[in-house]
């Protein structure tokens, strides 16, 4: 049994003490909450007053950074390295974000770069894929998402690669209110499956966690859940409300 994994992913948004409120609202309205891994993810600067407050009450809720270097220190001006995560408490680490590619040349080989780094620094990885609209309406979400899963995942081992958290996110539903349909999602995931038993093997296919991510809100959850291979979502902007975060949380 896979646990189903929430990511509130909160982009460029919510200064320190916002991030703190926040987090402290969410968990006013979960109490008790159980069978699902529950993650935020503020920018980094926000880290730490985030991390008192989930410290101070004793939340079970778990930090994850946006991006992070490949590297442990060194010249690389305004980038930040998994050691500093670790040194914070962050537990997760989002990596390839459509944003990062589309606004700041991520590339794939970059992405296994730190995916590689993450886990060897043992940060989960929650990886991200997804197709452009152009790709989908020519037909070849399938060769772009498997090209991005295959490159992303190189030179893995089975064993660490179980540990990675998918994030397929299409580049149209991100931001939009035009979520994928939970059908069209699941073949999209079930395909990522098969491409992870491909590359490793039936336990780490079985183990690996993925997430759907694009325009989820509290009302569409629970399709994207009832699918047999979707573990959970990714969220953007439903994720900056502690109303509709815990909402989707109690759904789950
Ligand atoms: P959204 O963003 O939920 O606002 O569509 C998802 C994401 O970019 O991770």
Known sequence: MRTPIIAGNWKM???????????????????????VDVVVCPPFVDIPSVASA????GMSIELGAQNMHWEESGAY???????????LGVKYVIIGHSERRQFFGETDQGVNRKVKSALAHELIPIMCVGESLEEREAGQTEEVITGQVKRGMFELSAEKASNVVIAYEPIWAIGTGKSATAEDAEKVISGIRKTVLELFDKGCSEKVRIQYGGSVTPENIVDFMAMKDIDGSLVGGASLKADSFSEILRRV
């Open 13 to 35: 948004n919510l200064l320190a003490e916002e991030g703190k409120e926040l987090v402290k609202e969410i968990w006013k309205n979960i109490p008790g909450l159980s069978g």
């Open 77 to 87: 001006t305004g980038e930040v390295s998994p050691l500093m995560l670790k040194d």
């Open 54 to 57: 989930i410290n101070e009450k």
